[in-house]
């Protein structure tokens, strides 16, 4: 009896602690990019989903944008279509574009919002072609040889603008928006285009509280291998300079530093690989992540 009132009593604690959070993000809109270890490993999966649904009922407006490079990978080796990068870019022509469609827009968005439905939410999936949520054109990028064309990498997409209307809408009825990273220009023809981009895109025209892009890595780290709890874009650039940040974490730095120039609150590169880490940044004082802040923060 001792011991099971010990464990209610540490319970009860918890509770209280989160209290002056939750009404700090009540009513608020928080946007997670989904993705890594947290979107495949079955446990890590279960437990997002339930977050998701309580952050819905204790009246924080989560909008989850999720990725899938690997199981499109996957898909197109079983059909034998071999994957091929620029730039860190996948080459997307027609097929490519159609497959990316059934991973993203099919198998997985539909997985998520199961998963969330089946855990109490009501969660919607959504890509940019939805109520024209997400307007994009084809990504250019301009060859290293001036004399040279600009180099192709097909159906990939960058964002001309975000239509937030329909996320509003279901944000005030109860509704969680799951989206896929899929956009379409004027003429109808269908993008591939960066989830780590659409999310930061989805927080500065929704003006989020939070962005929170959960990855493989427990944040960004120095060169000794730790943790850094914040940065800015002074610390940023230095770290850059310096080679401690490279390679893929520099797309997501680059997007959380242009949702915090752009009124978003702030930006957290978190670990996915952690269980319910979302709640743990949210509801703690120190976080658990990397936050990329403001200089005058």
Do not use: W
């Not at 490519?96 to 199961?114: Q, S």
């Not at 307007?135 to 239509?163: T, Y």
Request: glycine residues 12%; negative net charge; contains cysteine.
């Amino acid at each position: 009896m001792t011991e099971k009132l010990h464990q209610a009593g540490d319970f009860a604690r918890v509770l209280t602690e989160a209290l002056p959070y939750i009404r700090r993000y009540q009513g608020k809109t928080v946007v997670i990019k989904y993705g890594g270890n947290a979107m495949v490993d079955e446990t890590l999966k279960y437990s997002f989903a339930r977050d998701m649904v309580l952050m819905k009922l204790v009246g924080i407006n989560p909008v989850i944008v999720h990725g899938g490079g690997p199981q499109i990978s996957q898909l197109l080796e079983k059909v034998g279509k071999k994957s091929e990068f620029i730039n860190g870019l996948r080459v997307t022509d027609s097929e490519t574009m159609d497959i990316v469609e059934m991973v993203l827009g099919g198998a997985i968005n539909k997985e998520i919002v199961n998963l969330i439905n089946t855990n109490g939410g009501y969660a919607v999936g959504l890509t940019g072609k939805d109520g024209g949520l997400i307007e994009a054109r084809q990504l250019k990028i301009s060859s290293a040889d001036q004399d040279s064309a600009d180099i192709d990498v097909g159906q990939v997409g960058e964002i001309v603008k975000i239509n937030p209307r329909l996320i509003e809408v279901l944000e005030s009825h109860r509704f969680i928006p799951v989206i896929a990273p899929i956009g379409v220009d004027k003429q109808g023809r269908t993008y591939n285009i960066n989830a780590d981009s659409v999310a930061g895109a989805i927080a500065v025209t929704l003006q989020a509280e939070r962005l929170m892009l959960l990855t493989n890595t427990p944040g960004v780290l120095d060169d000794s291998g730790e943790l850094i709890r914040e940065l800015d874009r002074a610390a940023v650039n230095k770290l850059i300079q310096t080679g401690v940040i490279g390679g893929g974490m520099l797309p997501k730095i680059e997007c959380a530093l242009d949702a915090v120039d752009n009124q978003v609150n702030g930006t957290i590169i978190l670990d996915g690989r952690i269980d319910h880490v979302t709640l743990l940044e949210i509801f703690s004082d120190k976080g658990v992540g990397t936050r990329i802040r403001k200089e005058s923060d």
